[in-house]
């Protein structure tokens, strides 16, 4: 199992701003769209940065409401990628690790997608579900 057979499962889609967007019409795209997390991209297929719910806490206690007239650039980290092909268990252990909750996929230096560890526990939940309806099936069938 691998990122792409979550990516498969839901909208490839990944909303972006640019680096100079001012922080309240971040939080508004993310309020909007429903997301953790914001790609930053100067043309919308490469990663700039990420603009997280975690940035804007710590922008809040750093900044306070100077936070709102600041821009994406300021605020934004540096994201952690995956691939599409990196296995599951990796991206997983890496979030653990990082302490971070969503990764922007990249492939060849694109923005392909966006995976959150919702998106990757929504799928391994659906996977087992599919296994034990399978299982039971074949159960039932079989007596």
């Not at 909303?15 to 309020?31: N, S, W, Y």
């Not at 909007?32 to 790609?39: K, L, M």
């Not at 300021?74 to 890496?94: F, H, L, Y």
Request: charged share 25%; with cysteine; glycine share 6%.
């Amino acid at each position: 199992m691998n990122i792409e057979s979550v990516l498969r499962t839901k909208a490839r889609q990944v909303v972006t701003v640019k680096a100079d967007t001012p922080i309240p019409d971040v939080l508004e795209e993310m309020r909007i769209h429903g997301i953790g997390a914001i790609v930053v991209s100067s043309d919308g297929i490469h990663v700039d940065g990420i603009v997280s719910e975690r940035h804007i806490v710590l922008g809040l206690a750093r900044y306070g409401e100077k936070l709102l007239h600041m821009r994406a650039s300021e605020v934004m980290g540096q994201p952690v990628t995956c691939r599409p092909q990196d296995s599951i268990k990796q991206v997983m252990a890496d979030m653990t690790s990082r302490r971070v909750r969503q990764f922007p996929v990249v492939e060849d230096a694109k923005l392909v997608g966006m995976v959150s560890i919702g998106d990757i526990v929504k799928y391994l939940v659906d996977e087992k579900e599919l296994e034990a309806g399978v299982l039971r099936d074949h159960y039932l069938a079989t007596h």
